[in-house]
């Protein structure tokens, strides 16, 4: 995801109020923005609107929509979006396509039709016919791969989809309001609204309040699409139910409500969408500390594998946090400024349960200088701008691959211990090489791309340079590049 405030709360000034973006970060690959807008500031009248940003390509993330009801009336059986994520286990939540009544049933159960198609994990709910000239959709495949849809023919109810594709979770809504970044929304009608797009592995799920004078007064799906493009580049867009379906529900604990619905309260509805999500453990003191320590962070100590630890804005200084006993994660991330250190001599274990491991530097400059455990593929992405020093000993007995990733700077300079098959590949930016990476001589040096500066002398198994990717070994104190095998690419360079 690379749209990111680099501030958690930012105020602009507008002619009778401050418009006020609050970003919060509560899972992993989960991204909130609460936007407060005066009139004028986005659209001639004063909104609230609700986006969480999603990264798909997390794999800790899974979708969930409303299932068929199998042999009752109708399509569905309706619930409020919080019933459905509460039944459904899942983190997040809004309501889905527009619907009619289907009847219902002896124990007071209300069946629902949706006006629209719905695919779930592969089951077919409802076919195209909702009536709509413009309908369109968003199906996601089993990796959660997203794409726009739409009818071939919007008189006839079936599952074909153009693009052709076999639909595995597919939601449907009434209008495209960005079809490959193309504007193609057309309705002014004022309303509260909820709507789905995405851009590359980017989902987003937005709500605008409405019917609320003087709190929050709507928009239309032009002014929705225009916005959305602009604020956050999307490149697809649907539009699914809104007036008082619109609604919006996050599960950090208890599952709530994170809109203000124009009913007072919620409707009960017939689809949902859902995210399942790894809650974010967040540091909240502005202080240094000790990682085992529950009051300074949000969510509790990240302390089990695939657990998320975010050191943001909290801190309003340089700061250490010290690993007193051992601590497991799956992903840590870095956003502030000011440097984090992560330091003690107990060992933090980078363990995913799920995929790869993951060390993201999104701004600053910060250090590891605890020792390191890898038991899984781990990739260090270091965004541009962004410095990540690994001054501790790193533990890859087990022989994991490595990767640096994105166009900032890694700095390797703590002790390593690498097992047979060990590589450490350089996909992007800088890796610095001040150890020797393999004294017993397994580990592969796989340059993909960017630049690797050797400043150690290397004990490697052999050396792959490729692509326009550049080595240097500096010159000076005994720095020799020793490797069974060296091999290099057209246009690759050893220096």
Not at 479 to 489: E, S, V
């Amino acid at each position: 995801m690379k749209h990111r405030f680099a501030t958690l709360t930012c105020l602009a000034a507008a002619a009778t109020a401050q418009a006020k973006t609050t970003v919060t970060h509560p899972f992993r690959g989960v991204v909130r923005y609460e936007r407060n807008e005066p009139a004028g500031a986005v659209v001639p009248r004063p909104v609230a609107m609700n986006i969480l940003e999603i990264d798909l390509a997390d794999p800790t993330i899974g979708l969930v929509l409303t299932p068929s009801n199998g042999a009752d009336p109708g399509e569905v059986t309706r619930q409020t979006t919080r019933d459905f994520v509460t039944s459904q286990g899942a983190q997040l939540g809004i309501n889905g396509n527009l619907y009619s009544s289907a009847g219902t049933g002896p124990n007071g159960e209300i069946y629902r039709d949706v006006n629209g198609i719905e695919v779930a994990a592969g089951q077919q709910v409802s076919p195209w016919g909702g009536g709509f000239a413009r309908e369109g959709g968003i199906n996601f495949s089993a990796s959660n791969l997203a794409t726009m849809v739409q009818p071939t023919n919007t008189s006839v109810s079936n599952y074909v989809t153009s693009p052709s594709l076999s639909p595995y979770n597919l939601m449907g809504g009434r209008e495209r309001l960005i079809t490959g970044g193309a504007i193609t929304a057309i309705s002014t009608a004022l309303n509260p609204y909820t709507a789905m797009g995405y851009k590359g592995n980017s989902l987003y799920l937005f709500v605008v309040d409405g019917r609320q004078p003087g709190y929050s007064e709507g928009m239309t799906l032009v002014e929705i699409a225009n916005f959305m493009q602009s604020a956050y580049g999307l490149t697809d867009l649907v539009s699914l139910d809104g007036g008082g379906s619109t609604t919006m529900v996050m599960a950090d604990s208890t599952p709530r409500v994170l809109n203000s619905p124009s009913d007072g309260s919620e409707r009960v509805v017939a689809n949902n969408f859902g995210v399942f999500a790894a809650l974010m453990h967040e540091w909240t003191t502005n202080g240094s500390g000790t990682w085992s320590v529950t009051g300074s962070w949000t969510g509790g100590v990240p302390n089990a594998p695939g657990a998320a630890a975010r050191f943001g804005s909290a801190i309003a200084l340089p700061r250490t946090i010290s690993l007193t006993s051992s601590a497991t994660a799956g992903l840590v991330e870095f956003d502030n400024a000011n440097t984090y250190t992560i330091g003690g001599t107990s060992t933090l274990t980078l363990d995913a349960t799920v995929g790869v491991a993951s060390v993201r530097t999104l701004s600053g400059t910060h250090v590891m200088s605890a020792p390191l455990e890898i038991v899984d593929t781990t990739e260090f992405d270091v965004f541009s701008g962004a410095t990540l020093s690994l001054t501790g000993s790193i533990n890859n007995s087990t022989g994991r691959t490595i990767k640096k990733l994105g166009a900032g700077v890694m700095v390797l300079s703590g002790p390593q211990n690498h097992g047979t098959g060990a590589q450490v590949n350089v996909n992007a930016g800088t890796l610095q090489i001040m150890t020797d990476l393999g004294s017993s001589a397994l580990v592969a040096l796989k340059l993909n791309a960017g630049m690797t500066d050797i400043r150690s002398p290397q004990h490697l198994h052999d050396v792959n340079i490729l692509g326009s990717s550049i080595a240097t070994v500096q010159a000076g104190g005994g720095n020799i590049l020793r490797a069974r095998t060296l091999t290099m690419a057209a246009g690759a360079e050893l220096i």
